[in-house]
């Protein structure tokens, strides 16, 4: 079995910064691309930032040069670090991991429960 276990979120202000992290456990042979998505309500999940085993990172335009998505692969972590927030930024972020099981055959996609990030004065 595998787990993804997301923290970090919470109320900011906007202005203000959080930092998400996301941590993958289990019977994992093998990371490969990590990524955090949103969902804000009466709206489709969308994809903010994706960051694959090579370190390249893709983001959403509405995030880029606010966000920065990053990993740990010694400990399976994924993190992502929110600055300036907007409260367009409201939304659930659910962590996505693509991941192998034991070994290369079985490669899935994971998600993390979701956390909660909301910006309000």
């Known amino acids: 079995q595998v787990q993804l276990v997301e923290s970090g979120g919470g109320l900011v202000q906007p202005g203000g910064s959080l930092r998400l992290s996301c941590a993958a456990s289990?019977?994992?042979?093998?990371?490969?691309?990590m990524g955090w998505y949103r969902q804000a309500p009466g709206k489709e999940r969308e994809l903010v930032a994706l960051?694959?085993?090579?370190?390249?990172?893709t983001y959403t335009e509405s995030v880029k040069g606010r966000f920065t998505i990053s990993r740990d692969n010694a400990k399976n972590t994924a993190y992502l670090q929110m600055n300036s927030l907007k409260p367009e930024d409201t939304a659930v972020y659910y962590c996505?991991?693509?991941?192998?099981?034991?070994?290369?055959?079985?490669?899935?996609?994971?998600w993390g429960q979701g956390t909660q990030v909301t910006v309000s004065s």
């Open positions: 960051i694959n085993s090579g370190g390249t990172t």
């Open positions: 289990g019977s994992i042979f093998r990371v490969y691309a």
């Open positions: 996505n991991a693509d991941l192998a099981v034991r070994s290369y055959y079985n490669r899935y996609d994971y």
